[in-house]
């Protein structure tokens, strides 16, 4: 399945492509909570950027932003802490706030439990209320619920890095390890971050997520979407094929002009 991310990016980003394509059979499996990884505060240097000091000199917004919304430095933030977009690849960065998930939360938003106890406050998402630019809408099978997760498209979402990682959806240098539908065991073997396995015919993967509203992929893929729903606005993105030519396990889809798994 497609491994958690770091933060509020592991909450639903375990989507499995067998559920992409429902005449292929399967049943949708689904990813686990919220991952436990540290948001650091402003100033504190590393993550994503690579240089340890953007964080330092980036001003603040000035602004006092909500959950999920952008932030450079903790004071725009008042209610919670600002994950950099230098410490953890979120373009613009994004506020953290925290939540109890037995209350109910803020209208626009929910808050999933994580592992390590509380829980953190993510927006919600529809065909009517769309991400901030550089965030797609995920939406849970089992709750129906949009909630919205960082993918960056362009290098212009990367004000601070001036990055967009292509593979992974974050503001970062490109990482290393196999690229588009690249052959793994496991996903740190993956540029994305992200080796599927299990899936039958088709031989394990790289995958790579793209946005279907600014839809952008690395090595001249084709991003495809992976549902009917209108609020959902990620993809994954596969290899164009041609002459009706794929690797082993894949096939092409001449509507799509892709080659998606056989299973």
């Excluded at 100033?43 to 690579?50: A, E, L, M």
């Excluded at 600002?82 to 953290?96: N, R």
């Excluded at 949009?146 to 001036?162: I, L, M």
């Amino acid at each position: 399945m497609l491994s958690d991310r770091p933060l509020l990016r592991g909450v639903l980003v375990g989507l499995i492509l067998v559920g992409l394509f429902p005449a292929c059979g399967g049943t949708p499996l689904q990813g686990s909570d919220a991952s436990d990884a540290n948001v650091e505060h402003a100033g504190s240097g590393g993550g994503p950027g690579g240089d340890g000091g953007a964080s330092d000199v980036a001003a603040c917004l000035g602004v006092q932003a909500d959950a999920g919304g952008p932030c450079r430095c903790a004071s725009d933030c008042p209610q919670g802490t600002c994950g950099t977009e230098a410490d953890i690849g979120f373009a613009g960065g994004e506020c953290v706030v925290g939540c109890d998930p037995d209350a109910a939360a803020p209208s626009g938003y929910i808050c999933p439990q994580l592992s390590s106890g509380g829980g953190a406050l993510l927006a919600t998402c529809d065909a009517t209320n769309r991400c901030r630019d550089g965030y797609i809408c995920i939406i849970d099978t089992t709750t129906n619920i949009g909630t919205c997760d960082v993918q960056c498209s362009r290098d212009a979402q990367c004000s601070v890095v001036g990055h967009c990682d292509l593979y992974s959806g974050l503001c970062q240098a490109e990482q290393t390890g196999a690229g588009l539908i690249g052959a793994c065991t496991r996903d740190e073997q993956c540029k994305s971050g992200n080796c599927v396995t299990g899936m039958g015919a088709t031989p394990n993967f790289c995958a790579t997520r793209c946005n279907l509203l600014d839809a952008a992929c690395p090595e001249h893929g084709v991003c495809v979407s992976i549902s009917s729903d209108p609020g959902y606005t990620a993809g994954f993105c596969f290899l164009p094929c041609s002459q009706g030519t794929c690797a082993a396990g894949f096939s092409c889809d001449t509507q799509r002009g892709a080659c998606i798994p056989t299973f």
